[in-house]
């Protein structure tokens, strides 16, 4: 029981975590975050380890491809406005 609440825990930060700092700080250049979408299907594609033969490796491993698809996919819907507007003469 407590791996699964482990798993959960670690997999809903991993998706958490990059929304909170998206919604925080807001998006970078637009090829970071494409760079990041990248590497997280890099990750997810590359033949496995011994690390992943692993309980933590496998935690380290979904957290990395969880955050980064997030990161990289959010990064690139959401952008700032805040600065590319004009100010509102009165």
Same mark, same amino acid.
């Given at each position: 029981?407590?791996?699964?609440?482990?798993? +959960? $825990?670690?997999?809903? %930060? &991993?998706?958490?975590?990059?929304?909170?700092?998206?919604?925080?700080? @807001?998006? #970078?250049?637009?090829?970071?975050?494409?760079?990041?979408?990248?590497?997280?299907?890099?990750? +997810? $594609?590359?033949?496995? %380890? &011994?690390?992943?033969?692993?309980?933590?490796?496998?935690?380290?491993? @979904?957290? #990395?491809?969880?955050?980064?698809?997030?990161?990289?996919?959010?990064?690139?819907?959401?952008?700032?406005?805040?600065?590319?507007? &004009?100010?509102?003469?009165?």
């Amino acid at each position: 029981m407590i791996e699964l609440i482990l798993v +959960g $825990f670690v997999f809903v %930060t &991993a998706i958490a975590l990059p929304i909170l700092l998206l919604w925080r700080f @807001g998006a #970078a250049a637009w090829p970071w975050h494409a760079l990041a979408a990248i590497a997280a299907l890099a990750i +997810g $594609f590359s033949p496995g %380890t &011994a690390l992943l033969d692993s309980v933590p490796g496998t935690f380290l491993y @979904g957290f #990395a491809i969880g955050f980064l698809m997030v990161w990289g996919v959010g990064g690139l819907f959401v952008h700032r406005g805040g600065e590319k507007r &004009a100010a509102n003469p009165a």
